[in-house]
């Protein structure tokens, strides 16, 4: 069998034990292919909105044999994904951007009994102030370092209960509580861009103001985490 990097390795623990997966934007299926060989769960759907990367799916499924766990599926986001086929949804390796709109489209996600493990590339402070915003807790989030580069799992789920988004919780969410290298390095990277982008305000604007401040916030919430 074949291994998982670090941050698929992040969204396999999240997975619940002997439950059913959907893994939206799957690619190669790795992460649904390594937990049915592990005896994890107990089916997955492997998702893509595009055939090729389908085709890499089930070029992994056929090679480890993993047929009769995992299917694949050629859908965008969860559209054409049976509820009764999904109790934890990954969805890992797209923009931030995207999640949201794949999630605010997919009412049967507002559900306690579902799982999001959501891995976001880019603008994961857009998706974390919609879960915020929109009923959804983030009751676990972790960070790892994969090919010296730095990334967050979050794993949520609905409650209904509208919650406050402050901007620095939307820029390192849970992690700012964490001491581990693995969060510390997150929140460095995400001060170094805020400060890169920062530059390019002029100084006593209104946004830079707020940039600056943002960035202030941040490195006390830095600072609490090295103690
Ligand atoms: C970078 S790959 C991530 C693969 C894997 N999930 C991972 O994290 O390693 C992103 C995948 O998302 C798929 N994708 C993009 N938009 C999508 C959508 N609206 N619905 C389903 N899949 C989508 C792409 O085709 C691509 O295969």
């Given at each position: 069998m074949f291994s998982l990097d670090e941050r698929l390795s992040l969204c396999a623990e999240m997975v619940r034990d002997g439950v059913k997966i959907a893994d939206i934007g799957?690619?190669?299926?790795?992460?649904?292919?390594?937990?049915?060989?592990?005896?994890?769960?107990?089916?997955?759907v492997a998702a893509d909105v595009r055939q090729?990367?389908?085709?890499?799916?089930?070029?992994?499924?056929?090679?480890?044999?993993?047929?009769?766990?995992?299917?694949?599926?050629l859908s965008d986001g969860l559209d054409m994904i049976p509820e009764k086929?999904?109790?934890d949804i990954i969805m890992a390796g797209m923009g931030g951007e995207l999640i949201?709109?794949?999630?605010?489209?997919?009412?049967?996600?507002?559900?306690?009994?579902?799982?999001?493990?959501?891995?976001?590339?880019?603008?994961?402070d857009v998706l974390r102030r919609y879960l915020c915003e929109n009923g959804f807790e983030i009751s676990k989030e972790k960070?790892?370092?994969?090919c010296h580069k730095s990334y967050s799992v979050m794993l949520c789920i609905f409650d209904g209960k509208k919650r406050e988004c402050t901007d620095?919780?939307?820029?390192?969410?849970?992690?700012g509580s964490d001491k581990s290298v693995e969060a510390r390095r997150y929140a460095a990277?995400?001060?170094?861009?805020?400060e890169k982008k920062s530059r390019g305000f002029e100084e006593?604007?209104?946004?830079?103001?707020?940039?600056?401040?943002?960035?202030?916030?941040?490195?006390?919430?830095?600072?609490?985490m090295s103690e």
């Open positions: 799957t690619d190669h299926a790795y992460l649904p292919v390594w937990l049915a060989k592990e005896g994890r769960i107990s089916s997955a090729g990367p389908l085709e890499n799916a089930l070029r992994t499924i056929n090679a480890y044999n993993a047929g009769e766990k995992v299917r694949t599926v086929e999904a109790d949201v709109k794949l999630i605010d489209r997919t009412p049967w996600l507002r559900d306690k009994s579902k799982h999001l493990i959501l891995q976001p590339m880019t603008r994961a960070a790892c370092i994969s620095e919780y939307a820029y390192i969410g849970c992690l990277v995400i001060l170094g861009k805020l006593g604007t209104k946004e830079y103001k707020e940039i600056k401040a943002l960035i202030h916030k941040l490195l006390e919430i830095t600072e609490e």
